[in-house]
């Protein structure tokens, strides 16, 4: 019986009409998305006529994956020399080959130099001062700047660690566990085209923002709509009343949340990934400047699943969340408004000039915790019982025992609806 409830509120759920609606919007968000950052690839080609031709959307990405096969394979110092070299020769037999920013003008890039525009955002983030990313930083380097490449990083992480804070958010504990795994990364990297799984990281934040509304929007009602039909005359004094319909209630929103998220997720990266390809999937995230300082020692394919993993479990809380106050305020308008709050308030707080304890309770939220960009990035370190854990990694368990605990409440709550 108890699976027969469950059965029947979930196709509660998906049968009310908001749920349609706003699956739709989410549909044309994902298409938006997709054409956005399809529209934002820019490469340079020279034509047959011998003239530089910028390309965007598919016609760059197809020949960005074209120009890095030319230049992909291990960042070894070998690999590195090999590109310095030849930066240094185009520059040197190419008279009048710069502009007046001190980069090669457009001609020399399609001709030459596109392959590895990727490799020299890399030097400019490994070679330049603390703060900084000289893209003209190459100019100054020479073939024994090599066996600096790898050791730079570390440097330059340490650096970070030594500066003056007013409130530190680590301790020595906290900079000894981000120095070693800033060594834990894989030597030579591989580098490879890896556009898509970057682009799916950078969508990550506001397609799953948008999931977020959607799931609460959807069970906003869930419990409120019995109190507002009666239908609580019928089912309380039933031997299946109250605490196994509370359930079944709360079951049917788990696997519809479950369900929802993964499929608008993953409609979303099958439809990008088609248009960027799946290479790249086992390179590390440092290949790509703005990951190139992370202490998250993960390939991309493994970024992802982490990603989905800090998603689902922030929904899931959300739904949770969002079950509760519905039974508190009795109210759908009120409910998801007080949702919306506190999903979204956060987000105006600075964690930079809080000191360790508030900015990590601060950054679990679920509005921090979708930030998956600034996840990868920041070096959050949470100490569980004397074990130093990322944040990337603590966040979904945190976030899912939140989500565990908040059941008996809405279950006793419910259950204290008068027949």
């Given at each position: 019986m108890t699976n027969s409830l469950t059965k029947l509120e979930f196709k509660k759920i998906i049968s009310n009409k908001a749920f349609k609606v706003a699956?739709?919007?989410?549909?044309?968000?994902?298409?938006?998305?997709?054409?956005?950052?399809?529209s934002l690839e820019r490469c340079w080609k020279l034509n047959n006529s011998g003239v530089t031709q910028k390309l965007s959307g598919i016609e760059a990405i197809k020949q960005k994956k074209v120009e890095v096969q030319k230049s992909k394979g291990y960042l070894d110092d070998k690999?590195?020399?090999?590109v310095i070299n030849?930066?240094?020769?185009?520059?040197?037999?190419?008279?009048?080959?710069?502009?007046?920013?001190?980069?090669?003008?457009?001609?020399?890039i399609a001709k030459y130099w596109q392959p590895y525009i990727g490799i020299q955002s890399l030097?400019?983030?490994?070679?330049?001062?603390?703060?900084?990313?000289?893209?003209?930083?190459?100019?100054?380097?020479?073939?024994?700047?090599?066996?600096?490449?790898?050791?730079?990083?570390?440097?330059?992480?340490?650096?970070?660690?030594?500066?003056?804070?007013?409130?530190?958010?680590?301790?020595?504990?906290?900079?000894?566990?981000?120095?070693?795994?800033?060594?834990?990364?894989?030597?030579?990297m591989y580098y490879d085209y890896a556009d898509g799984w970057i682009r799916l990281m950078d969508n990550f934040f506001s397609l799953n923002l948008v999931i977020i509304f959607i799931l609460c929007f959807s069970v906003c009602s869930v419990f409120t709509e019995d109190i507002q039909n009666s239908m609580i005359l019928v089912v309380?004094?039933?031997?299946?009343?109250?605490?196994?319909?509370?359930?079944?209630?709360?079951k049917a929103s788990i696997i519809f949340t479950s369900?929802?998220?993964?499929?608008?997720?993953?409609?979303?990266?099958?439809l990008l990934l088609s248009f960027y390809g799946f290479s790249g999937w086992n390179c590390s995230i440092q290949i790509t400047p703005m990951y190139f300082l992370s202490i998250?020692?993960?390939?991309?394919?493994?970024?992802?699943?982490?990603?989905?993993?800090?998603?689902?479990?922030?929904?899931?809380?959300?739904?949770?969340?969002t079950l509760l106050l519905e039974n508190i305020l009795k109210n759908a308008f009120l409910t998801i408004s007080a949702a919306s709050a506190f999903l979204l308030l956060p987000i105006l707080i600075n964690t930079e000039p809080l000191s360790k304890i508030p900015a990590n309770?601060?950054?679990?939220?679920?509005?921090?915790?979708?930030?998956?960009?600034?996840?990868?990035?920041?070096?959050?370190?949470?100490?569980?019982?004397?074990?130093?854990?990322?944040?990337?990694?603590?966040?979904?368990?945190?976030?899912?025992?939140?989500?565990?605990?908040?059941?008996?409440?809405?279950?006793?709550?419910?259950?204290?609806?008068?027949?």
């Open positions: 699956c739709f919007l989410a549909v044309i968000y994902i298409i938006g998305a997709l054409f956005d950052s399809i690999k590195i020399k090999e030849y930066y240094q020769e185009l520059k040197n037999t190419n008279k009048d080959s710069m502009d007046q920013y001190g980069v090669f003008k457009d001609i020399i030097f400019a983030m490994a070679y330049s001062d603390l703060h900084t990313s000289d893209y003209t930083i190459i100019d100054t380097l020479t073939p024994n700047s090599s066996k600096e490449f790898y050791s730079n990083r570390i440097k330059k992480i340490s650096g970070y660690l030594e500066l003056e804070y007013e409130h530190p958010q680590f301790d020595k504990v906290d900079a000894n566990k981000i120095i070693k795994e800033s060594k834990n990364l894989t030597k030579p309380f004094p039933s031997i299946n009343g109250k605490t196994k319909l509370a359930l079944s209630k709360i369900i929802t998220y993964l499929v608008l997720n993953f409609l979303f990266a099958s998250y020692n993960i390939k991309f394919y493994e970024a992802y699943i982490l990603a989905i993993i800090i998603g689902l479990s922030t929904c899931l809380f959300m739904v949770m969340l309770l601060i950054e679990i939220l679920p509005i921090k915790a979708i930030n998956y960009t600034h996840t990868l990035i920041k070096q959050s370190m949470y100490n569980v019982f004397g074990i130093e854990i990322l944040r990337g990694y603590i966040t979904p368990i945190i976030l899912l025992i939140a989500g565990i605990a908040v059941i008996p409440f809405i279950v006793k709550i419910y259950n204290k609806q008068q027949v």
